[in-house]
């Protein structure tokens, strides 16, 4: 089975800019979240889609947005990039909405930097 | 959420037994307690959970209190492969997040 990719690895972007990041969900799973991972602490919990529509949002501004495609893919949008929004941004897939006997799949990150 | 508690790094000697303690005092009833680890430059990585019976896999065991107010991560022989961040996390399946701690930073000597 294929686990949980995402693209690109690394991105450089400006202040003000807008970014799209993407995610392939593990193969059988139908639920992506997405995940803010600043240098230093752990991982921060953005939002959540089930059924390519938004089950669950963490502390984040609505400049950060999402899609969930019918083939279980995502994509993290952000506009109007700030400094602090330089991170690891994680996603995981799972095979339930939030069940709690369930676990998640993470892929290794994109590593964006705002300058 | 309720609030995990862990040490904030551990140090082991490769091959020996390591035990790493979380501290979950406010957990409800239908919380499950879920580890994950993080290798550096690699997203979390899931290891175990268990909701009140201990649990076995490939990779460790989870041993949970009789109250289940704490728990402890047994790796039963530590590699310099399992060098990591370890968190602690409590999964009530309807808040459809992971909230996750600062972790527990285990080091690996050789």
């Known amino acids: 089975e294929t686990g949980v990719t995402q693209s690109p690895t690394h991105l450089i972007k400006t202040r003000g800019q807008q970014v799209t990041l993407r995610c392939s969900s593990q193969?059988?799973?139908?639920?992506v979240s997405w995940y803010q991972q600043a240098l230093g602490q752990g991982p921060q919990f953005i939002f959540q889609?089930?059924?390519?529509?938004?089950?669950g949002r963490g502390n984040f501004p609505p400049r950060f947005s999402g899609l969930q495609f019918p083939n279980y893919s995502s994509e993290l949008n952000v506009n109007a990039l700030e400094l602090d929004d330089s991170a690891l941004y994680l996603c995981?897939?799972?095979?339930?909405?939030?069940?709690?006997?369930?676990?998640?799949?993470f892929g290794s990150g994109t590593r964006l930097t705002v300058v | 959420d309720a609030k995990t508690t862990q040490p904030n790094s551990m140090e082991s000697n490769e091959e020996e037994p390591v035990h790493l303690p979380c501290n979950h005092s406010?957990?409800?009833?239908?919380?499950?307690i879920h580890w994950y680890r993080q290798l550096p430059s690699q997203g979390p990585e899931y290891v175990i959970h268990?909701?009140?019976s201990n649990v076995n896999n490939r990779m460790a065991s989870l041993a949970i209190a009789e109250d289940r107010k704490s728990s402890t991560l047994i790796l039963h022989r530590a590699t310099l492969r399992d060098a990591a961040v370890y968190y602690c996390?409590?999964?009530?399946?309807?808040?459809?997040?992971?909230?996750f701690g600062s972790g527990t930073q285990l080091t690996v000597l050789p």
């Open positions: 995981a897939s799972s095979h339930v909405a939030g069940q709690g006997n369930y676990g998640y799949t």
């Open positions: 193969s059988g799973h139908n639920t």
């Open positions: 889609y089930y059924r390519e529509e938004e089950n």
């Open positions: 406010t957990i409800s009833g239908t919380d499950y």
């Open positions: 268990g909701l009140t």
């Open positions: 996390i409590l999964d009530s399946g309807s808040a459809r997040q992971l909230t």
